[in-house]
């Protein structure tokens, strides 16, 4: 059974980063897509980033282009988001997502 696990959030100023990390257990399958979504009070969820699991090709929202970049290192079994300079805007709960499944989620909070 295929079980996901954020951690990394937590409360900064805009213009701070954070990583967001995501980790697997139970993945049997060799090649899944893999991605990140974010869900702000009173909206709906999102998609952030993705990418498949084999490394090839990753896509971003147009509002986190060039600030966001998603990893994954399968030794660790780990899915990473790397968030820099954050703004308000980005405050939401995170979750990863592999294959239709998706972790319990993680606050990130940014102050202006």
């Known amino acids: 059974q295929l079980k996901l696990v954020e951690s990394g959030g937590g409360l900064v100023q805009s213009g701070e980063s954070l990583r967001l990390s995501c980790k697997v257990a139970?993945?049997?399958?060799?090649?899944?897509?893999i991605g990140w979504f974010r869900q702000a009070p009173g909206k709906q969820r999102e998609g952030v980033s993705c990418?498949?699991?084999?490394?090839?090709?990753?896509n971003y929202a147009d509002s986190v282009k060039g600030r966001f970049a998603i990893s994954a290192d399968n030794a660790k079994n780990t899915l990473s988001l790397l968030m820099n300079s954050l703004t308000p805007e980005d405050t939401a709960v995170y979750y990863c997502?592999?294959?239709?499944?998706w972790g319990q989620g993680t606050q990130v909070t940014v102050s202006s």
């Open positions: 139970g993945l049997t399958s060799d090649a899944v897509a």
């Open positions: 997502n592999i294959g239709g499944t």
């Open positions: 990418m498949s699991n084999t490394g090839m090709g990753t």
